[in-house]
């Protein structure tokens, strides 16, 4: 039986290159050839919805009447699982751009196409690089344009929940917006960090009603923020263990 999960993992990463081959590369043609980049993020909805279902994930998404298509969030999510991106990305019901780490970077056709659709790497490593990108994210979110964003910054092991890191919520204070907690359910077991294994399954994600960052005008209301964000997902991770 591993035997079969371990070939499924690796089947779920060929689709991922295969669907990154065929289309990435006429698409990201025609936005810069025409100088429209919003052509890219139908596309981009196609292939992070079809990288499920190919192989063989399906999405169940609750809460999503907590989400107003007019206004401007930072969705904040746990992370332990390569399948949480393209959830976070294709099912919050908006044009989101996300934070990832700067090795994405290096991919081929991804790393190029990634501020296509404001995806935007961020190396924790160097602080100073790391604030250049969260103000230029602020200032996109400022201009209208939610962001999700893993506040872990890694992905934790299956069952593990990790501290937050500060970035996000300083952004979404800064920028003036609320927050919106979100806990994706079931990655871990269908395809958990070090495993090197997936399964088939039904993916949940889970929309909390947002969570307004007026009184994030200090470090102390950045901290209190940060934490009622951890322990609302937490509780909601643990409702379903």
Request: proline share 5%; glycine share 10%; no cysteine.
């Amino acid at each position: 039986m591993r035997i079969f999960r371990r070939l499924h993992y690796w089947w779920s990463l060929i689709v991922a290159g295969a669907l990154l081959l065929i289309f990435a590369p006429p698409v990201l043609l025609v936005a810069w050839l025409t100088g429209k980049r919003e052509v890219v993020y139908p596309w981009a909805f196609f292939g992070a919805r079809n990288w499920l279902r190919i192989s063989g994930m399906k999405v169940r998404v609750l809460g999503q009447e907590h989400v107003d298509p007019n206004q401007a969030y930072v969705f904040i999510s746990n992370h332990r699982s390569y399948l949480d991106t393209a959830t976070l990305f294709a099912y919050t019901g908006q044009r989101i751009g996300l934070l990832a780490k700067k090795e994405l970077l290096k991919v081929p056709i991804l790393g190029y196409g990634m501020g296509y659709v404001n995806v935007m790497a961020i190396d924790r490593s160097n602080r100073d690089r790391a604030l250049q990108t969260t103000e230029a994210a602020t200032a996109r979110i400022r201009s209208g344009r939610s962001f999700g964003v893993f506040a872990e910054g890694t992905r934790a092991r299956p069952g593990d929940f990790l501290p937050f890191k500060k970035g996000a919520f300083y952004m979404a204070a800064q920028a003036g917006v609320p927050i919106v907690p979100v806990a994706i359910k079931n990655t871990d077991y269908l395809m958990g960090k070090g495993t090197g294994e997936a399964r088939s399954g039904t993916i949940e994600m889970v929309i909390l009603p947002p969570v307004s960052t007026s009184d994030a005008s200090s470090d102390e209301g950045v901290h209190q923020l940060l934490e009622r964000v951890h322990a609302m997902i937490g509780q909601e991770l643990e409702s379903s263990s």
